[in-house]
């Protein structure tokens, strides 16, 4: 690291850092305070909106997310708002036809985004092509992002020759996402030196501290050329979210790299979240622990803590370390699935299953059945072709992108929402969630109740919509008892 150059940081408190540690539960006049500090930093970018935050203002805190965006944008200034894009899931958990997704995109940037992180649950690009052109349409930054995993399919040169695929539908940069806190040191230095040489593009890294390496990684990464890397301020960082900005940053002063950005300004950012953090009742583990189980079975933190939930609801806990055993040959059975939402929780859920019912796939959910259908997509692997028997028996999977067996929906929502809609945005949220934004809808209008905010007790174990369509009736009794209905989606406990 020898050549001089500033590397650019991107702060994820207002968005992934509290998804990660508050179960969303952030409000906008929590982040209104800090704004006017953390414009004057000199961010690369700031992570502001997307993944779970847009489901969770409607349906816990009474915010319009599209309002919240268009607040956010007018306040700062100076710097470059960025985002996470689900590729055709969008921001929901199921895909939506092209003509949402397009809209969806327009939206986004003409309400403020400047950068758009766009991924798949299984790295299949076809999933991720309408929601890149779309950005690039709209003169967006396009970051096309490589779900990192570990398995015998994904090494250093499948993700590189994911990332010239990528490059050659237009992404302007390469985002590392690893959700898992997968990403060893000495993998971030060959991966991104590799992207950087054969691939060309600018390379962010997104790692979360769940297995206490991303701070390592992220240095070896910078070593190697990463131009940017996220992190989030030091009160809501370490645990499953990002580094400390601070940290980072006081070890890239006086090197080559120096970011150049101000430690007081970032203290100062720092001890406003501490207030707000103070207010939430977060375990301390849950702050601090290091989890080194998702080195041994590439499961997530909050996958484990899902887990638990699951096995203790059915007064079986003590069966957990024959789920996690079972949870890496689930995946290998579908082809090895990078664990990301939705795939997280088709692969724990039916692990749980297996191990409770003491029979491998005697039962399986209406989601799993559809993945083996490819309908989520092309699976990373070969699926094991005896599962796939088990389960289809003489049906074929597709073989198209998924999203061309969908018929537009804006024209039939439009007519759905009319009396409701005060913007072309409200009809984007109500095809995402229609229970959830409806519910909105009437509470913004006073025809019900407004929801009273309550902080999250036990961040460890918030409700998480996994948006996954499970037939409970056909998947039996077993697996009423893990999951409930709540609205449009199913809500594992976490």
């Keep these: 690291m020898s050549e001089k150059r500033t590397v650019g940081i991107t702060d994820t408190t207002l968005r992934d850092a509290h998804q990660s540690l508050l179960a969303t539960r952030m409000r906008l006049e929590e982040m209104i305070p800090a704004v006017e500090l953390m414009d004057s930093v000199g961010y690369h970018s700031l992570e502001v909106w997307g993944g779970a935050t847009f489901d969770a203002c409607m349906r816990f805190l009474d915010e319009d997310p599209w ?100 490059k050659g539908m237009g992404a302007d940069s390469i985002c590392i996402k690893d959700m898992a806190g997968l990403l060893a040191p000495s993998d971030a230095y060959a991966l991104v030196r590799r992207l950087k040489a054969e691939v060309g593009l600018p390379v962010q890294l997104h790692c979360h501290y769940t297995s206490g390496m991303a701070s390592m990684s992220y240095l070896k990464g910078i070593e190697a050329g990463a131009d940017v890397v996220d992190v989030a301020s030091a009160a809501l960082s370490l645990g499953t979210s990002q580094p400390p900005a601070d940290s980072i940053v006081a070890a890239l002063q006086g090197t080559p790299a120096d970011t150049g950005l101000d430690l007081r300004l970032l203290a100062r950012i720092s001890e406003y979240f501490k207030e707000v953090a103070g207010s939430y009742e977060i375990p301390r583990d849950v702050i601090m622990g290091v989890d080194t189980n998702v080195l041994r079975y590439q499961v997530p933190g909050g996958m484990i803590s899902n887990l638990t939930s699951q096995l203790a609801d059915q007064q079986a806990l003590d069966l957990l370390p024959q789920v996690l055993e079972e949870v890496p040959r689930v995946r290998a059975d579908l082809g090895y699935p990078p664990l990301v939402t939705p795939s997280s929780q088709i692969v724990g859920t039916q692990a749980v299953v297996n191990v409770l019912l003491g029979e491998r796939y005697k039962m399986v959910s209406t989601e799993l059945k559809n993945y083996l259908r490819g309908l989520y997509g092309r699976p990373p692997g070969e699926v094991n072709p005896d599962i796939l028997q088990q389960v289809l028996g003489d049906e074929q999977p597709v073989t198209v992108r998924p999203a061309d067996l969908l018929e537009p929906q804006l024209p039939a929502a439009r007519r759905e929402i009319a009396e409701y809609m005060t913007g072309e945005e409200d009809l984007l949220s109500y095809i995402l969630f229609p229970n959830v934004a409806l519910d909105f809808f009437k509470r913004r209008r006073g025809l019900l109740p407004p929801l009273s905010h309550q902080k999250q007790k036990g961040a ?35």
């Design 67 to 166: 309002e919240r965006l268009r607040r956010l944008r007018h306040l700062f200034k100076r710097t470059r708002l960025q985002m996470l894009l689900r590729g055709q899931n969008i921001v929901g958990y199921r895909h939506y036809a092209d003509d949402v997704v397009r809209e969806f995109v327009k939206r986004a940037v003409k309400n403020g985004i400047d950068i758009i992180r766009i991924f798949d649950a299984l790295n299949d690009p076809r999933n991720m092509e309408q929601a890149m052109e779309a950005t690039r349409e709209e003169g967006a930054h396009v970051q096309a992002a490589l779900s990192y995993t570990i398995s015998p399919l994904h090494d250093i040169p499948h993700f590189v020759e994911l990332a010239a695929v990528l």
């Design 460 to 494: 460890s174990k918030p409700e998480r919509s996994t948006g996954a369509e499970l037939d409970l009736a056909r998947f039996s009794e077993v697996e009423a008892q893990l999951v409930r209905r709540d609205g449009d989606n199913l809500v594992y406990p976490v």
